[in-house]
């Protein structure tokens, strides 16, 4: 590895306070000869708080891919849900990350059970959906919900940990969890003082992430273009910009 | 019912002659006292064949349905993949339905096992995604591709006859399926001519959601605002019109 | 359609009663040009509340269906765990729905997570059952039952009521069901009185078939006769009548 | 165990050919201190080849057994299939087996993958949802069927195990099967003679039965009747016999 | 069958009042014509209460297996969780019998919905694998730990078994169990009292397996050597003595 | 990280050329700041072929890992089938990580569908077991057998290339796969060439895991001590040596 391995997160939330607790956690997790930069995209939603939310978040998540796609050796998606990421397998060859997939595998490898604690009561079918198609069902054994809102993740720190810590410890002594995902990116940075109140591994998303794209890029493995993650097929798109038009994103020769 | 019941069905592609061809098969399959208008966003791909289409087709799917609600008494969303139907759901309390598990629906009441015919053979794990989320991995033994663009579904309707027929005699005779279900909206009106080619049944999904469109409005049944499908939380959402902010979405009292 | 859409409901139970309840909510959701005939089997139990129950109703069920085959367009059978539908698939090509499937339908296109609420405690395993086998156990969140007797569902509806809303609460806090629908066909046409009094939709399951049934006759779709619904094979039935013999019962060419 | 263990095959089918194919199987299978008597129901088909043979013959299958409920220690249902076993369940307290979960379990037991193979091609929908309803939608590899009619697997045998023979060597093959169970009670007695030819466990599904029965009597073990297989609910039960009547059914306490 | 079935039973502890225990349980539950010796390895844990116990447990059981299996015609392994039981099968064509699959066929048969009742809080995993694993995750609806160390199952018998009475009285109020398997070999000869105490049936895991044992033999079927199960490849094994080495345990031909 | 990372790989096989070729591979794939030591237990055997040959080799893993547990940060268990990793994990709290579930997680983040392809035919059970159990049952579409001893991978690299190339084309052919997981230990350091000859990502499982257990020290992550991993409980292990008793192991607090 001669030069760095670069690495853009991208917050699918549009709230620039979170891009940077995203960020914090991000660059705290990088190896020494990793740059990490974090961005958000122009257009979407604040927060992702639902189904309206996540899916107008993609088109400038897969925007802000696409307008830098040169720049970096693999990208992250940073919301617990990750919205938008086989659209972005279509457009690079580099890898891309999504935090929810990284961090289970990181619990997977921790332990036998785990749980997910996590913000508004409203994503509970979001998050189980996200569980479900990784392939964890059988291992994840507590969903919990805090009833926080997703910009409060970030403007109430404080009050985020204890709730946490709340619903954490009814995962563990109720539903048997032996580690948790912190289940929202607007979460990065709580992990340590969560684990230390609570004795059990909590998984922050977002560090979880940024290792799981270091890893792709030092194996230099790279997203297969043998059949569902083919570049778009050639098409016009209406009311995108021409950077975001199939003919612009072919990269499967 | 005092007033006709009117849906509105929309394309999930900007393709005008798809847009026709689904809108003939939806009056074909309405009831005397239904009103159908079809339409199709205003951005958007001209077809749907992939993630990074599916993603890009949602907002304006959306945006068509939230510009015209009040008009309306339920919705359809027609690509077989059913882009966007949860979020749909958050925006309006009327009955919002997808053509795929329409489709699957219909199978399921005429056939013990049955299969899926469609375009393009990269949509093979979104098709199976589809079916899986649904519920339906143990009814469906048969997912059979052509190859065929999602514009020669229209333009070229002999062809698609002929490549249906040919993958649908080997999803009949090779996996047992039973009837097949026409994966893709462009195929929309094909379905009697293979059930005369193929002797089993065939389902037009938009048929099948027009159908159970108006079983919902006449059952009086509207989406549950309890949890996942409360209107979007309110959040200033970045680069898209006043039209699509949370603030002017609210039907939750 | 020339003439109007004929449908027979046949009570799995006989309990003239119950037949009548059933009636009632058929008839109110049937669209004008439909007609509807509710009956009961000549033979069987009062009330289906076990595996012994339903498999005595069976016969009788299908007797049913056999003598007024050519008369109807389409038939429903009313009791929810679907007793015998896909034995009624083989003997006629005219479609026959379950109560059970048709209101999981609807309940799936008005709610991410769903429940069932219903009579007696010792038929959990039944209801189970019937979820696993349509293919819901991951949308259906709930099932709780009343201890009711499925007789009491008619003769004492206020009770019936009450007892509903009870386990309905109990269903919609604590396991975040967002609807419900009503598990047996005595239940029918308390769905708006608990809707109203819970808040989420509530699904009879009755008057969810009855959309069914009329969708599947609009859209001229028959079971499929390709393999598994075949009409019976040949041969003696020992103690049947006449008009139950496989040999009257040949439609599959 | 002072006296013998008494157990009552019932042929499914009421064609006394096989009754009596079945007994020989089971006078074979048996230990020396178990007595069998083979019988057949009254009424019902004389071979159960779909949905409707099958739902006709349940009720002659439970009349059998509970007109001679108190001279038997245990019961087998002989269809692989297992007709009407959780009413059998409920109609008394001494264990029930059905031949085709015995045979699964025997399965599981000598080999990692099995299979099943069997007559009609129509009935290659009950044999799956048998395994899955089971459990073993994991272990079992491969259906395989030969299109005999139940009835000629006793009256033409050497054509059975060609046929059986044939398609064996298919799942052998191609679908690793490791044994083979035989999916139908026509098919006892062939186990050995397959075995012979096909080199892998061949299972008879009655002699497995005996055993299970056998087991559960010498276990002292009964059917729970804390909630499920309680005794049918006291209610008149129209067109069958004072028998078969709950109220003389009742062995709870 | 000119003599006796010779079944050996392997402690999968090396706890000798344990074994004592599994022989007292073992020969109650044969049929007059079987011997039965129960023994215990020479090498492995005192109890096994983990993965570790677990898997340092399996040499020793495999090698006591292999130096008398010429003596037996069966074998079981008695630890709930069937530890090796895939290697048991390699290096003998003799049945072997887990003691946790013979029980939950047991329990499968006399009940619709059943539980496990156990020692140790932290096997809970163990035990939901070992169910998974067997293909009974939809019958078994309640996993209930004591606390209990293994070796408390036998040297407090009253403390144990007032604390299987506890967490079953739970399992049958709460998660609706029917009958309760006893999770761990320790708990052999207690089934009778519990099943006094909580009237349902309590399923002794040691005596479930002899009858599955001596079923096999009697039936003659012996483990396939068709694939998975062959006798292990020739290679050496350092560390093992001789009787270990593949190339003496050759059983395929 | 004031210190390299250093990381254990226990070659699971007793065979030296295995275990240089297992450092090769992982020396290869590692981060400039990490130190890696391969090693092959004293006990076991040459190569693991199935079950028998995996539960020997389990406890000379075991004990390879115990004694140099303090002199590393992280271990990895080289042999895809992932023998003892819960076992391991319950002996140190320093990350464990298996080479299966390490290349599946690669697998999933650069494929929709992928494939296995490995050493003998009859360790497809196994394999399938390991991909059920981690949770990739959807995931994987193909697993193609070579029927290679897993000696021969090393002596025979260019038949295995070409071996693996045959079983390769076909996954991605017939099976659809999109990626390859290399389903074997002794095939580290062949997916750059097959890479080169089947122009889809190919996945060294040994090169996957040494990021994985980079990542999981680098993020500080442990393996939880709250129920399943805890460390061994006090109990004398007979014939194993000291530093394998529990009294030695305790690692919780």
Redesign the interface.
Known sequence: ?THPIRIQVINGN?FAAMTQGIDESAQS?R???TEIVTTQ???????I????????A???I?ETLILSESQFDAFIIACWGDP?V??A???TRK???GIA?ASM??A??????WGVVTT???I???IE?TI????????CVSIRTTGL?V?ETETARQATLDALEAVGRVA?AQD????LCLGCAGMSGLDHELEHRL???V??AV??AV??A???V??K????K?????S??L??????PSH?Q?VN?QRDS
């Open positions: 590895m549009t997790a190896f020494p000869g995209p122009q257009i979407g939603p604040q927060s708080e639902g189904y309206y939310d996540e899916y107008l993609i088109p400038g897969l938008g086989e659209a397998r279509e457009v890898p891309v990350v997939e595998y990181v997977n490898m921790v332990a036998a059970r508004g009561h409203r509970l079918d979001m959906k479900h198609r990784t392939g964890f069902a059988h291992r809102a910009v563990i048997k969890a032996e580690a004795g059990v591994p998984i922050d560090a979880a290792k799981m270091e890893s792709l030092s194996l493995k790279q997203t297969s043998a059949l569902t993650y083919k778009p097929e098409k016009p798109i209406q009311g995108y975001m199939p994103l």
